[in-house]
């Protein structure tokens, strides 16, 4: 299947980690995505998932209300197309993922929500790119850490651009911790 992704507006700098997790998994295996703004890096991972043969599922999670992030520089335009109609993010991320949705599933709650649908070690690969404050990626972290599995993955976006995100990866996993260009990664030891 042909890539797609970069027709989609958002953020996708992440392919290496999205491959590297596609390419150690195993069938069968559990992806969870949170943060979707419009579904750039879900079409993507979808795309490689697909072309892998790997019968993988990611799940996508969002609440697809915005994030405060948007509203604090001043987007009157996002707030309004919010306000009009609040369902417009997710279905434009519906949209977006339609081609890819054989692997693609979409959950619209939080993410601590959605982690309670979770069982404890029974996801492969989750990439926290939702809130970057620093409360928040916390609450990502230990809201998602108990669900991977033992030597699975648990990554994230914006590691080098974040101070909040940074401040967050490095109290949870003071050593390990991998980052490749924006992201960061690091392989869960045991029973945490």
Known sequence: MEH???????????????????DTASNGAVFVEIGAWKGKSAAYAGVEIINSGKDITLHVVDHFKGSDEHRN???VWYESRLTE?????????VKNAEPVSEVVKIIRKTSAQAAKGFKANSVD???IDGSHDTASVLADIDAWLPKVKPNGIIAGHDY???ES???AVNE?????VHRPGMSWYYYKQGEE
């Open 4 to 22: 797609y992704y970069s027709e989609i507006e958002g953020w996708c700098d992440y392919e290496d980690v999205y491959r590297m997790a596609i």
């Open 73 to 75: 520089v001043g987007s």
């Open 85 to 93: 109609d609040p369902d417009w993010l997710y279905n434009t991320c």
């Open 125 to 127: 690969f989750v990439f």
């Open 160 to 162: 080098s651009t974040h």
């Open 165 to 167: 995100v940074r401040n």
């Open 172 to 176: 949870r996993f003071p050593v390990g």
